[in-house]
């Protein structure tokens, strides 16, 4: 198995850009997160959802984030504008289950806003 | 919410030498304690994780352990080598409908 992949690998974009994270989680994983991951506030985990459906998105920072999975292989994470205060590695994880299982990490998308 | 605090932040060995990395959570309904590890530049891996109705688990140089009274659950790598040198990360969670909080991480670096 290929593993979590997402794209894309690395994404500079300048203030208030549109930007779009994808991921595609493992194959038979019904349980896919999105990360964040920052120097200053460590691994914030932004929303969670288990076959396709959102099951908590309270750590969402705010209206400019969005997340949908349209079917159980694809995941798109939206920021919209994009601020400098965006800048991060987003991780993706997925696994067979709920979240009191192993996760399992894709390699992470560095964003950096200018 | 879960609230998960992790000591300490940095950790420095000489090479051979054990590391011990512990966390404490707020909730005392947690049941599931993993730990992954994170190397530069890299995703996190799971490396160990622990359930509430066990005590400690081991796995080779590394083992776990849990305190549920005190709400603190610790990790130990003996026999410390190089490649152990990374971020490592404990989280908990009380129960499969909720989510997984992380500590903010421990960097080790073993020396050589």
């Known amino acids: 198995d290929a593993g979590v992949i997402q794209s894309p690998r690395h994404e500079v974009t300048e203030m208030g850009q549109e930007v779009t994270l994808r991921c595609k989680p493992i194959?038979?994983?019904?349980?896919l997160f999105w990360y964040r991951q920052t120097m200053m506030r460590g691994l914030e985990l932004l929303i969670y959802?288990?076959?396709?459906?959102?099951?908590?998105d309270s750590g969402m920072p705010e209206d400019r984030f969005s997340a949908k999975m349209p079917n159980a292989s694809f995941s798109t994470l939206k920021i919209q504008p994009s601020e400098p205060r965006d800048s991060a590695v987003y991780f993706c994880?997925?696994?067979?289950?709920?979240?009191?299982?192993?996760?399992?990490f894709g390699p992470g998308t560095r964003l950096t806003v200018t | 919410g879960e609230n998960v605090e992790q000591h300490p932040s940095t950790l420095s060995v000489q090479e051979g030498d054990s590391a011990v990395i512990k966390c404490t959570y707020s909730d005392s309904a947690s049941n599931y304690f993993p730990w992954y590890k994170q190397e530069l530049g890299k995703r996190p891996q799971l490396i160990i994780d622990?359930?509430?109705?066990?005590g400690e688990k081991k796995d080779q140089r590394i083992a776990v352990t849990l305190n549920k009274t005190a709400k603190h659950f610790s990790l130990h790598i003996t026999e410390t080598q190089p490649e152990d040198s990374a971020v490592y990360f404990c989280a908990a969670i009380r129960g499969a409908g909720n989510k997984l909080t992380f500590g903010g991480g421990t960097r080790v670096l073993v020396k050589p």
């Open positions: 194959s038979g994983h019904n349980s």
């Open positions: 622990i359930r509430s109705n066990v």
């Open positions: 994880a997925s696994t067979f289950g709920l979240a009191d299982y192993e996760q399992y």
């Open positions: 959802f288990n076959n396709n459906v959102p099951i908590d």
